[in-house]
């Protein structure tokens, strides 16, 4: 019995590291395509955005099947429930990046990013890929190191947020509506990714340590 | 054994629909706060977040507890893990309704809404503050006639926010960037506000007739 469970906590864990994996591309593939201006691209994160969407599915699943044939205790059972915390932030990690993707496939052929705030938008493709890797690494790892990188990409990714928001609000700012609305709300996605993966963090670091760390941690 | 577990889902669901007498009086309140300048009003909404923020932990918490102490099966587990997400999407429309009054409060003594978008910020708040009244009527009273009218207010909300939009990039458009972001940031929250209303919907739907609905159906 126990090593059936074993074996389909295990499981559980893959299709959790397999989620992140498939947001790490989505969020990487959704930047280039918004980058690089290729349409191609935007519409695959697009498309493969279900696949996460199943997993999701898979994983919500599993978790009810292995409380009801198993009747886990203690961290089994606290591991079970974060994963279904879990899976959810990923799913939406891989919406906001497909929305990312959307805007890239609605300017085209044109970029829907203009030169003013090409670095900044830079800036958060990097640090939002580089948090999603970092989840994936977590999950596999549980290292808190990782845990702590995770959280200094999203501060770097609140920075780049304010930064664009107030360069929309100067006085030299002359962009029309559509450009405004493009860069306000490609703003908020990434960050809001960014929120995403320090929740995913915050859930590994509870199960690690026991410890909440503040605002945001519950299971 | 039996009246005690009873008693203790009794408990499971006051919780959820005390959360969402929060969440009526947040949107409520934020949206009244934003449309009449009232800025004690914006600041008591965003005071208040804390308990809800407080109780889906006690939520949380309750659903570990009774999954570990009383090992359910069938219904009453999904019950249970429904509970789990139902507290986490009134908490996001907690959030959500915090947003809102924080807009009013950055443009007080002005006004966050133009005159040329009152109409649909006025449409907003009414169908948000409907599903918000509905979704914890359903949570009372599990008619599935209540869902159905959430998902149609849902609707609404997606209208107003595809109009909201459209109007920023009209010709005869000539709001300033701080304008445009406070538009289409509202217009975003209140949209998100609606899907999260659909997404508690859903889940109670689910367990009441076990039919998932498709899309966001999951529980």
Redesign the interface.
């Known amino acids: 019995m126990r090593t059936i469970f074993t074996a389909e906590m295990s499981e559980l864990r893959d299709d959790l590291i397999a989620m992140s994996h498939l947001v790490h591309t989505a969020i990487a593939n959704a930047s280039e395509a918004l980058l690089t201006e290729n349409i191609e691209l935007a519409q695959s994160v697009i498309a493969a955005d279900a696949k996460l969407?199943d997993l999701?599915?898979t994983v919500?699943e599993r978790?009810?099947l292995l409380?009801?044939q198993q009747?886990p205790?203690?961290l089994d059972?606290?591991t079970i429930?974060a994963s279904?915390?879990i899976s959810?932030s990923l799913e939406r990690m891989g919406d906001l990046a497909q929305h990312i993707a959307e805007s890239a496939r609605r300017a085209y052929p044109e970029s829907a990013v203009p030169a003013t705030h090409r670095e900044i938008v830079e800036g958060m493709a990097a640090a939002s890929k580089q948090a999603a890797a970092e989840v994936a690494e977590l999950l596999e790892t549980r290292d808190l190191n990782t845990a702590a990188r995770i959280v200094s990409d999203d501060d770097t990714l609140d920075d780049l947020h304010t930064r664009a928001?107030a360069s929309?609000?100067a006085d030299d700012?002359d962009?029309d509506?559509?450009t405004?609305?493009d860069i306000?709300?490609m703003a908020?996605y990434y960050e809001r990714f960014g929120d995403h993966a320090v929740g995913v963090s915050r859930r590994i670091v509870y199960l690690v340590t026991g410890d909440h760390g503040g605002?945001g941690a519950?299971?």
Do not use: P
């Open positions: 969407d999701e599915e919500d978790c009810v409380i009801a009747q205790v203690g059972l606290r429930i279904l915390r959810a928001y929309l609000l700012y962009g509506a559509q405004t609305l306000a709300l908020r605002e519950k299971i």
